[in-house]
């Protein structure tokens, strides 16, 4: 597998511009990838959303913080859609904005989307571009003033799975500082997972092994960084159960965590907005980056 990230004069140029960019677009790789035959970006705009539902280039969409820190906090953010499309508006560049109010600096993943592709490129995508994201962030933590101990992975729906899948990497150098997880799809059990995601991630060819390897629940261990899960009691589309077994394992392995379930709030509901109390989970998200002395 070939993981050559943009040359490092792109990111040099951005920095000693004088004109302050809301947001940096930047490239993962700079070279052909194995899985990748004939991809275009097909991106819809719908009841004022912005969808992706097929990814030419993987990238890194940077958001910078007002935070003049040289040594302040990041989040890769990774938007929802059941690996078939990535849902930017409601759950990356809302987020991003939102992280930036904290003096956190957000990273936006627009990932490879396994619905698109066949075989073992299934698996490989989404993962290999998220690694290569938080690998990135981190080698140039100096250009981008962040603190490579501070780097946090935020993830919705399948963005959850995608994750926890990174703080479970067994590349212990890949893996985030910390995680926070909303609404994830976490079990790979066909009783219990969001069909979606199973059937994109694995098409009809899902054997037991790779059940079981795509379980982030069996995937916990003592490296796993502390999480915070926050999912609703009548989600339908990833049932609460999702949270709870990761929840445990965390437990299990003496991983610090914190859950919170809501009465309400659905599924897909992004900051929350309008959705009932679960509007209240970015002020216990904040509390706990508090706690945990990521953010002041």
Not at 32 to 55: P, Q, V, W
Not at 161 to 176: E, M, Q, Y
Not at 279 to 288: D, H, K
Request: net charge negative.
């Amino acid at each position: 597998m070939r993981r050559t990230y943009v040359i490092p004069v792109f990111i040099f140029l951005f920095f000693i511009s004088d004109i302050i960019f809301a947001q940096q677009i930047i490239p993962l790789y700079n070279s052909a990838l194995d899985c990748d035959f004939n991809k275009k970006d097909r991106i819809i705009e719908e009841g004022g959303s912005t969808y992706i539902y097929e990814i030419k280039s993987p990238e890194i969409w940077y958001y910078p913080s007002e935070n003049k820190e040289s040594n302040k906090p990041a989040v890769l953010v990774i938007p929802g859609g059941g690996y078939t499309y990535l849902s930017i508006t409601n759950e990356g560049i809302s987020i991003a904005k939102w992280l930036n109010s904290l003096g956190i600096d957000a990273f936006m993943l627009k990932h490879r989307l396994p619905n698109n592709y066949s075989g073992s490129c299934k698996q490989r995508v989404a993962i290999e571009d998220g690694q290569a994201a938080i690998n990135f962030i981190r080698d140039n933590s100096t250009k981008f003033k962040i603190n490579p101990n501070k780097l946090g992975v935020m993830g919705f729906s399948a963005g959850g799975h995608l994750a926890s899948s990174l703080s479970n990497l067994k590349i212990n150098d890949s893996r985030p500082n910390f995680s926070v997880l909303l609404y994830p799809v976490i079990t790979m059990n066909p009783k219990e997972t969001n069909s979606w995601t199973f059937s994109s991630l694995f098409g009809e060819s899902a054997t037991e092994e790779m059940i079981l390897r795509f379980s982030n629940e069996l995937n916990v261990d003592r490296n796993t960084p502390p999480t915070i899960i926050i999912h609703s009691d009548n989600d339908e589309a990833v049932i609460p159960e999702n949270s709870i077994r990761y929840y445990m394992a965390l437990r299990k392995n003496n991983i610090p965590t914190a859950l919170h379930i809501w009465e309400d709030g659905g599924h897909g509901y992004g900051l929350g907005k309008g959705r009932g109390s679960i509007e209240s989970w970015p002020i216990i998200v904040e509390e706990w980056m508090k706690n945990r002395n990521i953010i002041d």
